[in-house]
């Protein structure tokens, strides 16, 4: 697109061009001066720009380049005001408890000054965004105008619809990953780190990262793979990818030990379930020099080797902690390590140093049988009544005996050894680690993983993400940034509720409500002030730790 306006000044045309950016969509103006010369009897002209376009005034705005010193000076002016009080246009009364509760906590994980580093002109947004995803729970965006309307909020203004599919589309995977090496830093050292993934399910056929793979909520749709990193003992996360969803846990955890080390993050510790195990990833963890946790199944040869020599003796009363209700023990084995060199050429082979931690839990070995007894009835109906499954053909060969004559027909025998040779092993579980701990340290440890579940518990049902609604790939991506923001919140809230006890009196929903209710009051001329506060009131936000909310 392009359009011109133009005026005659002697020899010198003064003209104003437009030029439409196919890319961006941005109309750019140009200022383009033109004149004969008579040396050597060509035209000759100069652009500049000046700005751009506001497609819905049709005002010309001026561009960073330009006007500096007004914008300093502006800049200078808005300083001044931030230091003496606060003056209001209007006067205003606004719901103000719970959203003063988020600005704290934003300001003690010093989330609100990292996402000004890395967003100086939508970090206000952000926050809004994130605090209204939080408090008006399993609520579309769209939504968002009747909220913003009655509370203050760090943006202070409605956020159409159109805007925040563009402020999602503006969030930058440079930008999110500052976010990342800054938030990083502040981690508490030496805790180790919950990994793990969900999935979100979709309608959409144009984003390419739908597909079908192993869908954790049994959800026939395709899906999105979600991987989150948790701290243990900051409850927080720190880390999260998208990738498609038929690509399996066990591939991942190479690709996340580049994105840490990318990121600065140094070394760590890592917490992972049973789908993160294979030989490859404990031989990385162990190349990058990095401590483990991970769950492994029984049915590796290895584990049921040590297993087996201590079967009798792990279920002894100095192995048994009523804290946990679980017998625990601990077997100190090697690792057989490999190490492929690419430039040298080979293998290299050894052994590390590696415990395997043994653990028999008495209700898991009775659920574990009846839902086996359950299973064996049902496959012996079917091979009884004929109505075989292609699918339990295994099983059928493994557990029964059939011989089918012309008289008698199907008969059907249970093979009564091979059945208690797989309830042998039934309530048993194991983990593996290459750092020295109790078997019960190790487990309290593993179990820390809960904190990734609620988490996306808090990610699908809270916080609206168990359908994807977005349409293009750069709005997805910063919708999933913005839902991390609110994560980090939330999860702040959750521990504290935690450490309190609060849970037992309240659900998050009904602790934020009850500080929702706060008001505050804006008048012309006069500074903040905040409406009555209950002791009820005053109790949450000191167990929250964050004070009372004060007029300026």
Known sequence: MKGVSSCLLDDVSMTTVFQKDKRSGITYAYESQAWWDKEKKQSRSKRTLIGRLDEATGEIVPTDGRCRKDKQQAKDELQKVKQGPVSWTQTRHLYYGATWLLDRISETLHLTNDLEACFPRDYKQILSIAYYLILENNNPLYRFEKWGMIHHHPYGKDIPSPRSSELFASITDEAVAKFFRLQGKRRIEQEYWAYDSTSISSYSDTLKQIQYGNNKEHDRLAQLNLLL??????????????????????????????????????????????????????????????????????????????????????????????????YGFTVLTDWPYTEERPNKGGVLKGTRRIYLHLYYNIDKGAEDERNFDIMIAKYYHELISGQTNEKHEKDYQKFFTVKRTPKRGSQVTVNNDAISEAKRYFGFFTLLTNEKMDAFTALRLYRMKDVVEKAFGNIKERLNLRRLLVSSERNLDGKLFVEFVALILISYINKKMQDQGLYKDYTMQQLLDKLDVIECFLSPGHALRVGEILDQQKELYTKLGTGLPASL
């Open 229 to 326: 990193v948790f701290g243990e003992a900051s409850g927080l996360p720190f880390y999260y990818r998208k990738l498609a969803g038929n690509i399996p846990d066990v591939k991942t955890v190479k690709t996340l030990l580049a994105d840490l080390d990318v990121l600065g993050l140094g070394k760590i510790k890592l917490v992972m379930d049973r789908g993160f195990y294979s030989e490859a990833n404990i031989n990385g963890l162990y190349k990058e020099h990095l401590k483990f946790l991970v769950g492994v199944r029984l049915s590796l040869t290895f584990v049921r080797k040590q297993l087996d020599l201590v079967y009798d003796s792990i279920r002894q009363f100095q192995n048994y902690d009523p804290a946990l209700d679980t």
